[in-house]
Each structure stands twice: as structure tokens, then as C-alpha cells.
């Protein structure tokens, strides 16, 4: 069955025309999880990112995911996506594996290359081959959370006789976010899960990036079966009461396509949206039993 997230209010695009409180995170998510959603979710920025507008709020990613690991019981954590170039790869790992813990097991690591460089001015990060510094923070992170024990000499990144301890107590899942040719073989060769991101309802955008990460499994030799497929989706006005049967279409379309996960960006990110969510996959739930 396909699995229903939710991102979480850390903009202050996300809110009533100001930056949500810790507190008003923590009970959207604790909500999230009273409703039965699956998993929430954080974007990682320094600043909001929209086009053209000047810097906005954004709370730090992994500070708020690691208090909701412990705020919350139920729901899985992940992220879409931590930038890579804003942590040091072997730290990253590190910090991932004290976030798992603290949750009992309920982590996803999110990671991408990064896009927006006004951010990266801003905050000192070099903006220079991304995707290059990204492949080699992957040689560092994967075998570090399989526990192994990683030399690494490269162009951006050096570890020596680096080992997580305590290690990983399980296989925490590694998700990646990429629609380019390089950045989707990467995927494709390393990932657990892959994300693409936004729509609205699968259209042609969609069923081209699906169909060149198949090709890549392929070429890697790895059925799609094998890596879990997360979309996420845009709802406007999503406290409106007609946005229920809105998503019941969305979730029921994604789902007749295969996709593993549904992780919804909600407009206004308020509780009165999660409710219109939970009664939409109540909605489609039903849809899909009377059929």
C-alpha cells in the first residue's frame, strides 16, 4: 500500500504570513501522527527559496528532525533532501545514526547536491561541482552507516580510519533526490529510495523522470522493486473543504502508477490541512476497497 507523508512548517512561506513557532512545529507534527500519516519531513535551506524574493525564514533541518524523533512515537522522520554540500559527509552520517537512535529506528536519510546559490553566498559554501562533491560525500556516508571502517582520499573530501561508534544498529534507509542524467545513475546505483518532486497529479513531467530512472535501474541492473519511489506532491488551499476529494484523486493516481510514497507539501501547513489530508485518504481508502 502506498504510504502518505507530510512536509513540515519550517518557512515562513509555510505559515500565516510569518515563521512558525517550535511549538506550532511540534503540534502540527504530533497532529501528522494522531491522523495516521506515515512519515513527516523537512526541507534543508538557510533561507526560503522562492524565485526572484528576497532571503526569508527557514528554521535549521536537522535540529527540529532530531527533537520531533523524540516528540514523536509512531510516524518515520526523513528529509527531502539535507544538502550535502552544508555538512561534512562523515558528520552527517554520524549525526544520522544518533537520530536514528533517538527515535527507535524510524529515520530516512535524505540527501541531494544542492541548487540555490544565494544561500550558499551567503553562508560561505562553494557553489563549484556539486555533483561531484556530492558523489564523493556518498563514498564516505554509505559504509560508514554499514559500519565499516573508511580511508577516503578525494578532490573535496578526505576521511582517514573513519568509523561510526557506537555504530548503526540497523540499515538506516538512504534516500536521494535527483532528476538529472548524472544525479539519477547515481541514484540508481546507491539509493534505497528516490525522490522527485513537485506535482500536482502525474503528467508528462512525471512519467519522463520515472521512465529515465527506470532506464537507470536497468543499466544498474536493479528492478524497480528495489528502491522505493517518492513523489512529492503541491496542494494550494489545502484547509479548503473541496481540497479532500482534490487529494483523493492525487493519492489514487500516484498509486495506480506504483509509486511507494506520496509526501505532501500542504498550503497553508496548518492542522485544518492535515485534517482535509487524512479525509482525503479516507476518501480514496474507500475508493479503492469499493473497487
Known amino acids: 500500500t502506498m504510504r502518505v507523508g507530510t512536509m513540515l512548517p519550517l518557512a515562513e512561506s509555510d505559515g500565516p504570513g510569518r515563521i512558525a ?6 503540534v502540527f507534527a504530533r497532529h501528522a501522527e494522531a491522523v495516521g500519516l506515515d512519515s513527516i519531513w523537512v526541507f534543508d535551506h538557510m533561507y526560503g527559496n522562492e524565485p526572484a524574493s ?7 533541518a536537522w535540529s527540529v528532525l532530531a527533537a520531533l524523533a523524540a516528540a514523536t512515537e509512531r510516524v518515520e522522520l526523513g528529509q527531502l533532501v539535507m544538502c550535502m554540500s552544508f555538512r ?7 549525526m544520522a ?3 536514528d537512535g533517538i527515535s ?3 529515520l ?7 541548487w540555490h546559490d544565494p544561500e550558499y553566498r551567503a553562508f560561505g559554501y562553494p557553489i563549484d561541482h556539486r555533483v561531484s562533491r556530492f558523489e564523493e560525500g556518498l563514498e564516505i556516508i554509505i559504509p560508514l552507516l554499514r ?12 576521511v582517514t580510519d573513519a568509523v561510526l561508534l557506537p555504530p548503526p544498529t540497523r540499515r538506516i534507509p538512504l534516500l536521494i533526490a535527483s532528476m538529472g542524467e548524472r544525479m539519477v545513475r547515481l541514484t540508481a546505483r546507491h539509493a534505497d529510495a528516490w525522490n522527485t518532486a513537485w506535482f500536482q497529479r502525474p503528467d508528462e513531467r512525471f512519467g519522463r523522470r520515472v521512465a529515465d530512472f527506470e532506464k537507470a535501474l536497468g543499466a544498474q541492473g536493479r528492478e524497480r522493486s528495489s528502491v522505493r519511489v517518492t513523489v512529492g506532491v503541491d496542494v494550494r488551499d489545502a484547509d479548503l473543504p473541496e481540497a479532500r476529494g482534490r487529494l483523493a484523486v492525487a493519492l489514487g493516481a500516484f498509486a495506480d502508477l506504483g509509486v511507494d510514497d506520496v509526501i505532501v507539501a500542504l498550503q497553508p501547513m496548518t492542522v485544518a490541512s492535515l485534517d482535509r489530508l487524512a479525509e482525503g485518504i479516507s476518501l480514496w481508502s474507500e475508493a479503492r476497497s469499493a473497487s
Not at 559500519?147 to 578526505?158: A, I, K, L, P, S
Open 21 to 26: 513557532t517550535w511549538n506550532e512545529i511540534l
Open 54 to 60: 528576497p532571503p526569508s525564514g527557514m528554521h535549521e
Open 88 to 94: 561534512n559527509p562523515a558528520l552527517l552520517a554520524k
Open 97 to 99: 545514526v544518533t537520530v
Open 104 to 106: 527507535r529506528g524510524r
Open 108 to 114: 530516512t536519510l535524505g540527501v541531494g547536491a544542492g
Open 147 to 158: 559500519g565499516e571502517t573508511v580511508t577516503f582520499n578525494g578532490r573535496f573530501h578526505t
